[in-house]
C-alpha cells in the first residue's frame, strides 16, 4: 500500500495492517513466542535462542515495538521487553469480529 493511500482508510485499519505486517516475518513471530514463553527478557536472552545476529534481532524487536506489539522498559544498561496486551487486544477484537459473523452468517461461501 502506497504511502498516499494509507490516508484513505480508518486510523484502526492502518493500525492493524502495521500489526499484521510486523507479525509477517518468521523471526517476529519466534520472538513473540519466545516472550510468551519467557514473559519477559532482554534482547541478549532472545539472541541466544535465535539463529540471528544481535543487530537484525534488535532491529526485528524495534518493529515489533513501533507496531505496539511489544513494550520495553529499561532495566540497568538493557531493555526488557514483553508482550504489549493493549495491541493484541486490538488484533484479537479484530478477529473476534470476523469469527462471530461467520457464526452469525453461517452462510456458504463460493
Given at each position: 500500500m502506497g504511502a498516499?493511500?494509507?490516508?484513505?482508510?480508518?486510523?484502526?485499519?492502518?493500525?492493524?495492517?502495521?500489526?499484521?505486517?510486523?507479525?509477517?516475518?518468521?523471526?517476529?513471530?519466534?520472538?513473540?513466542?519466545?516472550?510468551?514463553?519467557?514473559?519477559?527478557?532482554i534482547c541478549g536472552?532472545?539472541?541466544?535462542?535465535?539463529?540471528?545476529?544481535?543487530?537484525?534481532?534488535?532491529?526485528?524487536?524495534?518493529?515489533?515495538?513501533?507496531?505496539?506489539?511489544?513494550?520495553?522498559?529499561?532495566?540497568?544498561?538493557?531493555?526488557?521487553?514483553?508482550?504489549?496486551?493493549?495491541?493484541?487486544?486490538?488484533?484479537?477484537?479484530?478477529?473476534?469480529?470476523?469469527?462471530?459473523?461467520?457464526?452469525?452468517?453461517?452462510?456458504?461461501?463460493?
Open positions: 498516499t493511500k494509507s490516508d484513505k482508510f480508518t486510523d484502526e485499519q492502518n493500525e492493524l495492517a502495521t500489526m499484521a505486517k510486523a507479525l509477517g516475518h518468521p523471526a517476529r513471530i519466534a520472538i513473540m513466542a519466545y516472550l510468551l514463553k519467557a514473559d519477559s527478557c536472552d532472545i539472541v541466544g535462542e535465535l539463529p540471528l545476529a544481535q543487530p537484525t534481532v534488535s532491529q526485528h524487536l524495534k518493529e515489533l515495538k513501533n507496531a505496539g506489539l511489544i513494550k520495553g522498559s529499561i532495566s540497568g544498561t538493557a531493555i526488557c521487553y514483553c508482550i504489549d496486551e493493549n495491541g493484541f487486544g486490538k488484533i484479537k477484537s479484530f478477529f473476534d469480529t470476523i469469527h462471530n459473523t461467520l457464526q452469525e452468517k453461517k452462510k456458504q461461501c463460493c
